[in-house]
């Protein structure tokens, strides 16, 4: 029986490396193991891309998680993830948080009910319809 190598997924493999290049949606990654050597322009995973659709730009430098075929020629990026060097910006579990290298911060606190959004910049809060603000306490400052 004759196999078709470049669909034979018998050869897929689990590999780190570091993101040597990026844009919207792919990210050629850099692998230290294998001398160096620099993908194509991989696909990074996403929570949604159909109708729904969200981009997150890999930063250059991150350390990514990767499934690649037997010949390193084709693969995805399945996301980045920390390390003792590049430490999470929270340790508390029931927080989900987001800093943008300018410092801008988004976060949420499950346990404490609280979210916080710190812009750097200014802030556009736009609707085709009615804009409603509800508090207990509104302080306009």
Not at 59 to 85: F, K, P, T
Request: net charge negative.
């Amino acid at each position: 029986m004759k196999t078709d190598f470049k669909n034979d997924t018998a050869g897929c493999t689990y590999k780190k490396g570091i993101v040597h290049a990026a844009k919207p949606g792919f990210a050629r990654v850099r692998f230290d193991d294998l001398d160096g050597m620099i993908s194509d322009w991989l696909p990074t995973s996403h929570a949604n891309t159909q109708n729904d659709k969200e981009v997150e730009r890999l930063n250059v430098g991150a350390q990514v998680s990767c499934l690649m075929d037997a010949r390193m020629e084709d693969g995805c990026i399945i996301g980045a993830h920390y390390s003792e060097a590049d430490a999470p910006p929270v340790t508390s579990s029931s927080k989900w948080h987001k800093t943008f290298d300018d410092g801008t911060t988004i976060e949420y606190d499950k346990a404490a009910g609280h979210f916080k959004l710190d812009v750097i910049g200014s802030v556009l809060i736009q609707g085709t319809g009615a804009v409603v603000i509800k508090g207990a306490t509104i302080d306009l400052n």
